[in-house]
C-alpha cells in the first residue's frame, strides 16, 4: 500500500517536457509500453466515486492497481501481483470495494494502451519526482466500442516534498501545461455518471445540514476499505463518522424528517465497531500502564494475557466486522444513506435561512446537556447517578458534534461551543474508562487466581485505575462550572 500524491496536466501533441536540471539531477526519459484493463461495475459504481481499479502489463509495477481517493491530488494505492486471469479480481481487492460495489459484478469497462516516457528528478541518486510523458489510446467497451486518444504528462511525488512538486509543476505550465479537469485517465475516458445531489436551496437549513451529512456518509464510505484491512485507527474513524451521522439525525430531525429507523441502523453498526475498538483502546492503555511499572512489579504471565489474549479477541472481533460489512443489512444502509443526501425528506423548517433556524438547535442541544446535569444531580444513590452522568457526557458529545456540524454557517461562536462540550465529555469520559478498566482487570484477574497465577500486578493497576477514575470524579465539578460561564458568553 502507498500514498500517491501527482499533478495531472494536458499537453498538445508536440509539446516538450522542459529542462528540469536546475530542480535535481535528472535521469531518463525511459521509455515503457503499458497496457491497462479498467474494471468496474456495469452502471459504474467505482468511477461515480472516483476509484479505478485495473490490471495493467509493462513497466516497472505490472500487477493490479486499486486507487482510492484521500483529497485532492492525493490517492491510496493497493496493490496486487498480476494474475492470470483478466476475467476475476483477485479477492483480496474485490472486497475492499464492496461498499460502492454492494454485490454487483465487477467487468472490465475499458482498456488503456499507454507508451510511456518516464523522467526521474533526483538527488544523490534517490527519486524524488517522477514526470511521465504519456501518449494514449483508451477504449471503452460495449455494444459500440468507442476510441479516443490523447496526451498528458503526471508529476508523482516519489520521496521529495511537495514544495518541489509544486516547482515542478510550474515548469511543466511554463512550458504550455495546463492543469487537467480529470484526476485519471479512465475518468477522462468514461462518462462517469455524477454522483446525485439534493436539491436544496442554499443559504437554507436544508442545504446546510445535507452537505454535512453528505461529508459524514463520505467519511463513513472512505473508511470502509480501511477497516477491511485493519489500518491503525480505521474503526475509530469509522465509528466517530456513524455516530456524527446519527446525532446530526437526531439534532436536525425538524430539518430532515423520518429518520429513525436509519438512526437505528447506525446504532447498529456503530455496536459493531465498538469491540474491536474498544479493546484495541484498553489494550494499548494497558500495555501503556505495565510499561510504566518497574519490572520487579510486574509478575505472572499478565502482559499475554492484557495484551496477546486481547489482541486475539480484537482480531476475532475484526473478523466479524468483516462479515457484517459484507452482508445485506450493512448493503441496506448504505443504500439508505445514499436516499438521504440524494432524496432527503425535509420537513418546513428546511426551507428557513439557515443561521436563523440553526442557531436555535445549538442552542437547544446545549440546554439537554444542562438538563441531564440537573437530573443526575438530583439522584442520591451514587451508583445510579453515575449512571446518569453517563447520559450528561452522551449529550455533551451531541452538542460538540451539533455545534462542529455548525460551525462553517455560525462561525466562532459555534467552535468555542464544541470545545466547551468537549472538555465535559472527556472529564466524564476519563472517569468511564477508568471504571471499565477496573471491571476488565477485575475479570482477568479472576481468571489468572483460577489459573494458579500470580495477581499482584493486577491489583496494582486496579489501584492506577481508581486514581484515574477518582481524580476525573473530583475535576468534573470545577470543569462544569467553567463550562456553563463560558457557554452562557457564547449562545
Do not use: C
Amino acid at each position: 500500500m502507498s500514498i500517491e500524491i501527482e499533478d495531472k496536466f494536458d499537453v498538445q501533441a508536440d509539446y516538450s517536457v522542459p529542462d528540469l536540471t536546475k530542480l535535481g539531477d535528472v535521469a531518463g526519459p525511459k521509455t515503457y509500453q503499458l497496457v491497462a484493463l479498467y474494471y468496474d461495475t456495469p452502471d459504474l459504481r467505482l468511477a461515480a466515486r472516483g476509484i479505478t481499479l485495473r490490471r495493467r502489463r509493462g513497466g516497472t509495477d505490472p500487477g493490479w492497481h486499486l486507487k482510492l481517493p484521500k483529497a485532492k491530488g492525493v490517492r491510496q494505492e493497493i496493490t496486487h501481483p498480476l494474475t492470470r486471469s483478466t476475467k476475476v479480481v483477485p479477492e483480496e481487492l474485490s472486497e475492499l470495494v464492496r461498499a460502492f460495489t454492494r454485490g454487483a459484478e465487477l467487468v472490465a469497462v475499458a482498456e488503456l494502451e499507454t507508451r510511456r516516457s518516464v523522467t526521474l528528478l533526483q538527488e544523490g541518486g534517490t527519486a524524488l519526482v517522477e514526470i511521465a510523458d504519456d501518449r494514449v489510446k483508451g477504449t471503452v467497451f460495449g455494444d459500440e466500442p468507442k476510441i479516443e486518444r490523447w496526451r498528458e504528462v503526471e508529476a508523482e511525488l516519489l520521496s521529495g516534498d511537495q514544495a518541489l512538486l509544486a516547482k515542478v509543476g510550474k515548469r511543466l505550465r511554463k512550458a504550455g501545461a495546463t492543469p487537467s479537469d480529470s484526476s485519471s485517465k479512465l475518468g477522462r475516458l468514461l462518462d462517469r455518471p455524477p454522483v446525485p445531489r439534493a436539491g436544496t436551496e442554499p443559504g437554507t437549513a436544508g442545504h446546510t445540514v445535507v452537505d454535512y451529512l453528505e461529508s459524514q456518509v463520505v467519511a463513513l464510505l472512505a473508511q470502509d476499505p480501511r477497516v477491511r484491512r485493519a489500518e491503525e485507527d480505521a474503526v475509530h474513524q469509522m465509528r466517530v463518522a456513524s455516530r456524527r451521522l446519527r446525532s446530526a439525525l437526531k439534532a436536525f430531525r425538524k430539518i430532515v424528517t423520518d429518520t429513525v429507523q436509519l438512526q437505528d441502523e447506525l446504532r447498529w453498526l456503530g455496536t459493531v465497531l465498538a469491540e474491536a475498538r474498544d479493546l484495541e483502546v484498553i489494550r494499548a492503555r494497558f500495555a501503556g500502564e505495565l510499561a510504566q511499572l518497574a519490572p520487579e512489579l510486574v509478575t505472572g504471565p499478565i502482559q499475554t494475557r492484557l495484551g496477546d489474549d486481547l489482541h486475539r479477541r480484537e482480531l476475532e472481533a475484526y473478523e466479524r466486522i468483516k462479515e457484517t460489512l459484507s452482508g445485506e443489512r450493512y448493503y441496506a444502509l448504505l443504500d439508505a444513506l445514499d436516499r438521504l443526501v440524494t432524496e432527503p425528506e425535509l420537513g418546513k423548517a428546511a426551507s428557513a435561512p439557515a443561521k436563523e433556524m440553526l442557531s436555535g438547535v445549538a442552542s437547544a442541544n446545549w440546554n439537554r446537556v444542562t438538563r441531564a446535569y440537573d437530573t443526575a444531580q438530583a439522584i442520591d444513590d451514587y451508583e445510579r447517578r453515575q449512571i446518569a452522568m453517563h447520559d450528561v457526557r452522551k449529550a455533551a458529545k451531541r452538542a460538540r458534534y451539533t455545534a462542529e456540524a455548525l460551525q462553517p454557517t455560525l462561525g466562532k461562536p459555534m467552535a468555542k461551543l464544541a470545545k466547551h462540550a468537549e472538555a465535559v465529555q472527556e472529564v466524564l469520559g476519563a472517569h468511564q474508562d477508568g471504571v471499565v478498566a477496573q471491571e476488565t482487570l477485575t475479570k482477568e484477574a479472576e481468571s489468572a487466581r483460577q489459573a494458579g497465577e500470580d495477581t499482584f500486578t493486577y491489583g496494582l493497576l486496579i489501584g492506577l485505575e481508581r486514581g484515574t477514575a477518582e481524580r476525573a470524579e473530583a475535576e468534573f465539578p470545577h470543569v462544569w462550572a467553567e463550562t456553563v460561564e463560558a457557554v452562557r458568553k457564547v449562545i
